[in-house]
């Protein structure tokens, strides 16, 4: 076992966090981790089914003497955001997570931790081999490629649960109940691009970096920088001072991650590199003042780079720019009914100029559909008026809050029963599965709880171990009360 974790407590949680830790599953790359999941089950002489989206599904007979208690499933999801910093040499698809302990911290040394959704595979994994737990049946729902838009969720059948309660363990605040989330909208677009031969004699890499990024929906509202808009507002500001070509520009990981670092590659006169550099971090300063303690750390830097062979024609380096400065970004609306919950808001997530093609990624969010699918007009709109092609590439619904349901009222009772305090309910701004199962199970209550998760989608992502006994704790107590 890693030494990180060796000795940390709930063990049944964490030997299988450790387990998973070191198995590749990036979005689209869940197999290995999959194959985990069948063994456990196998090993304790568990049914298990495998549906063709590749999500996976356990049953686990009651406990003798809780065969009436109603069934429950846990429901948590197998792929992580992959995530590094630029110095850090990880390869996601084959290293294990480099885990360390800070403290009361679980880290990972400069890349995502993995915690979402690992924790709570890692604690249905422990509720399923678990001989303790009062329960009534069980079903364990495992689902793929939840943080690329939902897909596992989005193609799981109908019919296949039994279970009366949805138990998400997907939530990232300890001590709350979340009861509802937004929906979303992933809009993308593409144009071509004409290239020219390069004339200008000097190659530069223009670099944003050293923001904080995070995950576009429960961290959009916290004035963090982004660093595709931050790149292409200095490109703006620079087109104004020098002449220069653009020859390529790339930023961002994933639609539903505020970007942390882009680039661009400039051709410029070599006698005009001097008031580049100065520019450019003329620029970087202002936005620096401007983000403030949001994101103090954003930077722009300034580095040769190797001579293309041909750039981006000025005309289609012009509109890019542009579309950028002026695309919707951020929050768009806050909640009239919920103090400090965003309501509806857009992130542009991607960017990249490749082989005679630019392709933009964008997530909109909403709990309500007419708002999610107004901020995704507006963003269409403004891609369109650039000339770019629209693909609405998949969407999914919110999850209404229901306050007053059973599932909501006996977490309540059994969340001040193991830990001695009430529970705060809450809705997300983020994407859950809940809605998306919800919306194939009529009738089925759902609710979703986990320990404390800080930064997740992000090389400062880290979990709260003193958060993750408190979070199986009342797991088990509510298992047992269902």
């Given at each position: 076992m890693?030494?990180?974790?060796?000795?940390?407590?709930?063990?049944?949680?964490?030997?299988?966090?450790?387990?998973?830790?070191?198995?590749?599953?990036?979005?689209?790359?869940?197999?290995?981790?999959?194959?985990?999941?069948?063994?456990?089950?196998?090993?304790?002489?568990?049914?298990?089914t495998v549906d063709a989206a590749g999500n996976t599904v356990v049953r686990k007979p009651a406990r003798p003497g809780r065969e009436q208690g109603e069934c429950a499933a846990l429901q948590s999801h197998l792929d992580m955001v992959c995530v590094k910093d630029q110095n850090v040499a990880h390869d996601f698809t084959r290293d294990p997570i480099p885990v360390y302990r800070d403290g009361d911290w679980l880290k990972a040394r400069g890349t995502t931790l993995g915690a979402d959704n690992g924790i709570g595979v890692a604690a249905a994994l422990a509720a399923m081999e678990s001989t303790d737990i009062a329960h009534g049946p069980l079903e364990f729902v495992f689902t793929i490629d939840e943080e690329t838009g939902l897909t596992g969720a989005g193609n799981f059948p109908p019919g296949v649960l039994h279970a009366k309660y949805?138990?998400?363990?997907?939530?990232?605040?300890?001590?709350?109940?979340?009861?509802?989330?937004?929906?979303?909208l992933n809009t993308n677009a593409h144009s071509s691009v004409v290239r020219r031969p390069a004339r200008h004699a000097r190659a530069l890499r223009i670099q944003v970096t050293g923001l904080l990024g995070g995950h576009s929906g429960v961290d959009i509202h916290r004035g963090?920088?982004?660093?595709?808009?931050?790149?292409?507002?200095?490109?703006?500001?620079?087109?104004?001072?020098?002449?220069?070509?653009?020859?390529?520009?790339?930023?961002?990981?994933?639609?539903?991650?505020?970007?942390?670092?882009?680039?661009?590659?400039?051709?410029?006169?070599?006698?005009?590199?001097?008031?580049?550099?100065?520019?450019?971090?003329?620029?970087?300063?202002?936005?620096?003042?401007?983000?403030?303690?949001?994101?103090?750390?954003?930077?722009?830097?300034?580095?040769p780079a190797d001579t293309p062979a041909d750039v981006v024609a000025p005309e289609d380096a012009a509109r890019i720019v542009d579309l950028l400065v002026a695309i919707p970004n951020g929050v768009i609306a806050m909640s009239p009914e919920i103090v400090g919950l965003v309501q509806t808001s857009t992130n542009v997530g991607t960017i990249a100029i490749e082989n005679g093609r630019v392709s933009i990624a964008t997530l909109q969010r909403s709990a309500i559909d007419s708002a999610r699918f107004a901020a995704g007009r507006a963003v269409q709109t403004a891609l369109r008026l650039a000339g770019f092609e629209i693909e609405i590439?998949?969407?999914?619904?919110?999850?209404?809050?229901?306050?007053?349901?059973?599932?909501?009222?006996?977490?309540?009772?059994?969340?001040?029963?193991?830990?001695?305090?009430?529970?705060?309910?809450?809705?997300?701004?983020?994407?859950?599965?809940?809605?998306?199962?919800?919306?194939?199970?009529?009738?089925?209550?759902?609710?979703?709880?986990?320990?404390?998760?800080?930064?997740?989608?992000?090389?400062?992502?880290?979990?709260?171990?003193?958060?993750?006994?408190?979070?199986?704790?009342?797991?088990?107590?509510?298992?047992?009360?269902?």
């Open positions: 890693t030494p990180a974790l060796a000795k940390l407590e709930p063990h049944e949680i964490w030997k299988h966090f450790d387990a998973i830790a070191k198995i590749p599953r990036g979005s689209g790359n869940e197999a290995a981790a999959r194959e985990y999941v069948l063994a456990q089950a196998a090993r304790l002489g568990l049914e298990s949805l138990l998400n363990l997907d939530n990232e605040e300890q001590d709350t109940l979340c009861i509802g989330c937004a929906g979303g963090r920088g982004n660093a595709i808009l931050i790149l292409a507002r200095i490109l703006q500001t620079l087109r104004e001072q020098v002449d220069f070509a653009l020859a390529g520009m790339n930023g961002g990981v994933m639609r539903n991650v505020i970007p942390r670092e882009a680039s661009a590659i400039l051709l410029i006169d070599p006698s005009n590199e001097q008031k580049v550099r100065a520019a450019v971090q003329s620029a970087a300063r202002e936005v620096r003042d401007e983000l403030g303690s949001a994101d103090p750390g954003v930077d722009a830097l300034v580095e590439a998949g969407g999914y619904p919110g999850w209404k809050p229901e306050p007053e349901s059973d599932i909501v009222h006996k977490a309540k009772a059994a969340h001040e029963a193991a830990l001695g305090k009430p529970a705060r309910l809450i809705a997300m701004h983020a994407g859950l599965e809940c809605g998306v199962i919800g919306e194939k199970y009529p009738g089925m209550q759902m609710i979703a709880f986990g320990p404390e998760i800080v930064s997740p989608h992000s090389p400062e992502e880290r979990v709260d171990i003193p958060s993750v006994a408190s979070f199986w704790t009342f797991l088990k107590e509510l298992l047992a009360r269902l």
